[in-house]
Structure formats: structure tokens, C-alpha cells
């Protein structure tokens, strides 16, 4: 692994590290967009991006950015135009 490369494993590190401590978990977006936190769960990945926090198996933690939050809520208040947002993430 060359030097570059460690440099960017070291940046998603720190980006999961700061996602598990600040990031917006279902219940918070539930809140937020007053719907069940199991209708947050239905979103799917191409729409809104999460990170799957844990070694759970059937529920694992799932932490949102806010920046994608803010892309998420755009598109979906713009009447979903065109491709999911993270479309070709997913």
C-alpha cells in the first residue's frame, strides 16, 4: 500500500468514525420528516445514502450523513426529478 493510498483509507476511517459519533440515526430522521422510523428504513440505499454500523445481522445501525440528508430532501421536495441521487453509489 503505497502512500496515497493509506492516505485514503485513513480519510474513510475518519469519515465512519465521525458518521458513528454525529451521524443522524433512523430515529432522529423519523423525527424530523414525521414518519415511522420503519418508513425511514424503506428508504432505499439509491435514494439515501447510510452507513451500517455494527456486526449485526438483521438490524444493523444505520448512521446518515447530513450532507446526504440535505441532497435527499432537494430531490424529494423538487418531485423527485430525473436519477435517485445516489443512484449510481448504491
Known amino acids: 500500500m503505497d502512500a496515497a493510498e493509506r492516505i485514503a483509507a485513513a480519510r474513510e476511517h475518519q469519515r465512519v468514525l465521525e458518521l ?8 432522529m430522521l ?7 422510523e420503519t418508513t425511514v428504513r ?8 447510510y452507513l451500517a454500523m455494527g456486526n449485526g445481522r438483521t438490524n ?3 448512521r ?8 435527499y430532501e432537494a ?3 423538487a418531485g423527485k426529478p430525473g436519477d435517485p441521487p445516489f443512484a449510481q453509489v448504491a
Do not use: C, F, M
Open 60 to 62: 444493523k445501525r444505520r
Open 75 to 77: 430531490w424529494n421536495r
Open 42 to 49: 424503506d428508504i432505499p440505499r439509491s435514494h439515501l445514502q
Open 20 to 27: 458513528s459519533a454525529n451521524g443522524l440515526t433512523p430515529a
Open 30 to 36: 423519523a423525527e424530523r420528516w414525521n414518519l415511522s
Open 64 to 71: 446518515y450523513a447530513l450532507a446526504d440528508v440535505e441532497i
